[in-house]
């Protein structure tokens, strides 16, 4: 291994030395990056100097197992402790070091700092993105972005590695939490929202990971197989949505492989799709230590690799002395960076505050959050409750779980539990009850056995509560909440067992309840504080109400009570369907993909597990696109969620029979219920069939109203134009809208349809012509709709 090392840094010596004597000898003034054109800072850049820039610099430590920082690196001190990732400096050229820093619920650094006893640099932690994505309001997405971007901003940092945008296409996905939904258009448009309220800020974004990033199993060496249509349609799309409304300053490419060959080393992805076609203008990063092939990333488009290392520095000086890779390749990847720099804070010399508002950012994360939660089930009005005293039960209610684990993951202050929010709500909690789970938690904690580095810490079981005590609880308070958790995150898929079904203890835990209360005549609440589907279905009959929270954040407890209680009336729907059984969910066969036997590993490190393929054989029939066409009934469908008043949706208006021009949909939502509320409302498209096979469904567009008093209405106005309606055709490469009837059916969830028009196409349209690009082996065989 120390052989290894000094081959490597012998011969980086022996390049560079031979580099020096090619370098400019150009004796004037250096060029000043701001006062000098890019072209011209490029043009008096050394070889050595381009390279010092696209290979990044992490933190300043060698992580064991993972290949060697250079030494500079390692010497160069965190400008913010615990961040991510940094970009090299180059003084001479007035190029300054760029900050990185996770991630999609908030600022992930490192709360204390060496030698600076005083001062904490806590972050807010936001609700996860598949809470936001449950909101349905991309105002929600902004305003968190823009909370968020405010703190980017003012601990110094310049790029957010976030938000996150890959598709649900499993729901047992590890880094579900840190995605939207298993819709694109949901994904595409709440991530441009929150792209533009963090880049409001005068920071960057990261969108990531592109693409095709849909498990963690083995995911540094996964080939992803998977067709065209379901790419541009599925994986594609919502990245496609956000670059063109946006803007991301930089685009993170994922660890994956797409139909054999890595996303960071693909030309026909970084290039060809996301610049041009799409027309995106920052800069490409790799994932951290993704990818096999440096000089396969530049010439691709991947513009930064990120966090370098030695032999990437190495690879690319050889490959440009031997001519592998040109001058002006790396001179484009050079530009694209130092176009980024210029925007950045740290060029702009900002002066920032250390001290970010994370008072009134607990205020935006308390509010939203309650925005995204879903009322899955609501018998006879059981919620919302005034105060009264309740018997809280189940782990997660004392010990909130505000987001997932691993870099969506954020160093916050505190989290507000649930009995902590219940109690400031006005709501007294059993006492005895209260202090035997906070004495069981500690015990189990301490007795539980130390995590891996990076892992979640396993989570603690539930506690069994006999007969006799349910039976006094039941007498002595008046009702029953009882919050179900879960965690997962980076390096892991969820499991099945235990994890997407309930545990045993859990079962019990609902029946002896259940049975206690209502014995009594009373209720039993459940909340989920859950980032993905359970499965609900085999005991949501035992209790009378669930609320679904999330993962909401660090003031969780407080917007749970504000939901429980009323004072904010759950709008929340579903962006991810839940399904009945877990074997109803398309990918359930092929997720998360086999180990390839026999295959040598493509990178070696202790991360980076064995070479795997996943093979997406349900194409576009992921999510509730699989469920409404095969006739696979959910638990709980896709756009689904309860309210405490009631909605109409009426007066449905076109304002042409064509898809040109565009066309404008309106529809008026009436608030029919006794108190204000929020809906809704979705807009699908039913497709004809003439050339391609459609899913019966497809959401198209959609919209939340505002706040709507009893008997308040609203009208509700959408556009679509040709392309919103076309399908990716892969024998011809384009976007086609297929002559025949479309139905536009606008209602509150996907199985709601509330009121419905038709409009014809009598010619066939080809809406955009593209190429081919990413193609799947032809032994990818998809699942065919029903006929
Ligand atoms: C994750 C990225 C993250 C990066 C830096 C990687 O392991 O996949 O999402 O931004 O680490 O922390």
Redesign the pocket.
């Known amino acids: 291994m120390l052989k290894n090392t000094c081959l490597a840094i012998c011969s980086l010596v022996i390049v560079l030395a031979s580099v020096s004597i090619t370098a400019p000898q150009d004796q004037s003034p250096d060029p000043q990056l701001g006062k000098n054109s890019v072209k011209e800072v490029v043009a008096a850049m050394t070889l050595e100097e381009k390279v010092k820039l696209l290979v990044g610099m992490g933190f300043n430590v060698d992580i064991p197992g993972l290949p060697p920082i250079e030494e500079e690196d390692r010497r160069t001190p965190e400008k913010v402790v615990g961040a991510?990732?940094r970009t090299h400096a180059i003084p001479r050229l007035n190029i300054p070091s760029l900050t990185l820093s996770?991630?999609p619920a908030g600022v992930r650094i490192d709360p204390k700092r060496s030698g600076d006893n005083y001062k904490t640099y806590y972050a807010t932690g936001f609700p996860i993105a598949t809470l936001l994505a449950s909101s349905w309001d991309t105002e929600i997405a902004r305003r968190v972005g823009a909370a968020m971007g405010s703190e980017v901003r003012d601990y110094g940092i310049d790029i957010l590695?976030a938000p996150?945008l890959n598709i649900h296409r499993n729901p047992l996905g590890g880094r579900n939490f840190e995605y939207y939904s298993e819709d694109p258009i949901v994904a595409g448009k709440m991530t441009a929202a929150f792209v533009r309220g963090i880049q409001s800020n005068g920071v960057g974004t990261s969108i990531?990971?592109f693409a095709v990033n849909n498990q963690e199993f083995n995911r540094m060496q996964s080939n992803s197989v998977v067709g065209e249509r379901a790419l541009r349609e599925i994986y594609l799309k919502g990245f496609e949505i956000a670059v063109k409304e946006s803007q991301p300053w930089t685009v993170?490419s994922s660890?994956n492989l797409i139909n054999g060959t890595y996303a960071s080393q693909t030309g026909e992805l970084l290039t060809t799709l996301l610049r041009g076609e799409w027309g995106f203008k920052g800069f490409v990063m790799s994932?951290?230590f993704g990818g096999d092939d440096a000089v396969a990333q530049i010439r691709a488009g991947n513009d930064m690799l990120m966090p370098g290392f030695v032999a990437q520095s190495q690879a690319i000086l050889k490959a440009i002395s031997d001519g592998t890779l040109s001058t002006k390749q790396l001179d484009t990847s050079v530009e694209r960076v130092l176009n980024i720099v210029l925007q950045s804070p740290t060029f702009k010399h900002f002066n920032y505050s250390n001290a970010p508002d994370l008072k009134s950012n607990a205020q935006v994360v308390r509010e939203t959050a309650a925005e995204g939660m879903v009322l899955l089930k609501n018998d006879d009005n059981t919620l919302p409750i005034a105060p009264t005293k309740v018997s809280l039960f189940g782990n997660a209610s004392y010990e909130l779980i505000a987001g997932g684990t691993?870099?969506g993951d954020v160093n916050k202050k505190y989290v507000v539990s649930l009995d902590q929010g219940m109690l400031a709500g006005g709501f007294s909690i059993d006492e005895s009850l209260r202090q035997t789970y906070k004495e069981f938690i500690a015990d189990q904690k301490a007795k539980r056995p130390k995590g891996r580095p990076f892992m979640p810490l396993p989570a603690i079981s539930e506690m069994s509560i006999g007969s006799d005590r349910l039976e006094q609880l039941a007498s002595n308070s008046n009702i029953a909440v009882l919050t179900l958790g879960r965690t997962s995150g980076?390096f892991e898929d969820r499991q099945v067992e235990n994890d997407f079904t309930l545990t045993t203890i859990e079962r019990n835990l609902i029946d002896n309840i259940s049975n206690a209360f209502h014995a009594k005549g009373k209720k039993i609440v459940v909340v989920l504080n859950v980032a993905g589907p359970i499965e609900i279905a085999s005991w949501r009959t035992k209790v009378d109400a669930i609320l679904l929270a999330w993962q909401p954040g660090q003031e969780g407890g407080y917007s749970i009570t504000d939901v429980v209680s009323g004072k904010v009336n759950p709008s929340g729907k579903l962006a991810t369907t839940f399904p009945v059984s877990y074997n109803d969910v398309p990918s359930a066969k092929t997720f998360p993909g086999k180990e390839l036997v026999g295959v040598k590993p493509y990178i070696d490190n202790p991360f980076a597990g064995k070479p795997a393929e996943a093979v997406y054989d349900e194409g576009i029939y992921v999510g509730y696109r699989y469920y409404d066409t095969f006739g696979v009934k959910p638990a709980y469908e896709f756009g689904y969620g309860l309210s405490y008043t009631t909605f109409s949706i009426s007066n449905m208006k076109l304002s042409n029979n064509r898809f040109e021009s565009p066309l404008a949909i309106s529809v008026t939502v009436e608030n029919t219920g006794k108190v204000p509320g929020k809906e809704v409302v979705q807009l699908y498209i039913s497709a004809p069939t003439n050339r391609l096979k459609k899913p019966r469904n497809e959401l198209k567009a959609f919209a939340k109203t505002k706040l709507l008093k009893p008997g308040e209405s609203q009208t509700i106005n959408f556009e679509l134009n040709a392309k919103d309606v076309a399908s990716f055709d892969p024998a011809s490469s384009s976007w086609i809208a297929d002559a025949g009837t479309y139905s536009l059916n606008v209602g509150s969830s996907s199985a709601d349809i509330k009121a419905s028009r038709k409009i014809e196409l009598s010619k066939e349209a080809v809406v955009e012509r593209s190429q081919k690009l990413l193609s799947p082996p032809p032994s990818l065989k998809e699942i065919e709709p029903p006929k």
């Open positions: 991510a990732g996770d991630g590695l996150a990531k990971h993170m660890y994932d951290w691993g870099s980076e």
